[in-house]
């Protein structure tokens, strides 16, 4: 599937620039070697889940403790409204990554390979 991939760069900066729709996302932080590393690929409403990330609402310890560390950090996103797609793609985005922050896998049934956004 082809997805047309948006940046928020930086992230905490831009998060209200998050569209008011369904996709899927990717939160990547910048690394000693100036190259950035998923660490959270997630779904839903975009502009509702990138900024519940950075609330006190934040139920992921591990994900709040380490987006409260200040890092340099980037949301690549996707809109996607159909709700088995997205499943199938954040499962794919999640294997693909292999992000350190998610707790579990998604619900997905079946992988839906989509092209890569960069991480440059």
Not at 94 to 103: D, L, M, S
Request: aromatic share 12%; hydrophobic share 30%.
């Amino acid at each position: 599937m082809k997805l047309d991939w948006y940046k928020l760069e930086p992230y905490r900066k831009n998060v209200d620039k998050a569209p008011d729709a369904d996709g899927v996302y990717a939160l990547c932080t910048l690394q000693d070697n100036n190259k950035y590393k998923v660490r959270y690929v997630g779904q839903g409403n975009l502009a509702g889940r990138l900024k519940c990330h950075l609330s006190d609402q934040e139920e992921n310890e591990a994900l709040k403790e380490h987006i409260a560390k200040g890092y340099t950090m980037k949301a690549v996103y996707a809109r996607v409204s159909k709700k088995s797609d997205r499943d199938g793609i954040e499962l794919f985005l999640y294997n693909y990554f292999e992000p350190k922050y998610n707790r579990y896998a998604p619900p997905g049934d079946e992988e839906i390979e989509v092209n890569l956004f960069t991480l440059d």
